[in-house]
């Protein structure tokens, strides 16, 4: 699964990944391989990337929004 987080300043991060955790505004949700469909608003918060070697890497956002589709999660964060 491929994950893009970007802000209006930069691109966080871009590569293959096995699951993301992220602050959504009325709960946290975690999406994994195949997951179905999705657009979701993001809260403050933290986004918990699990990358393929089982590495975590960890984002602080400000609010956002999130897409999946067809294995590829686009994450437009402030």
Avoid: R
């Avoid at 391989?33 to 657009?39: C, L, Q, S």
């Avoid at 890497?57 to 897409?67: D, K, S």
């Amino acid at each position: 699964m491929n994950l893009e987080i970007i802000t209006p300043e930069k691109q966080l991060f871009s590569g293959e990944i096995k699951s993301v955790k992220f602050p959504g505004t009325i709960g946290g949700f975690e999406v994994l391989n195949n997951h179905a469909p999705i657009i979701s608003t993001l809260a403050k918060g933290e986004i918990i990337v699990k990358k393929t070697n089982d590495d975590s890497v960890n984002f602080e956002i400000n609010g956002g929004v999130i897409e999946m589709q067809k294995n590829k999660i686009i994450v437009l964060a402030e």
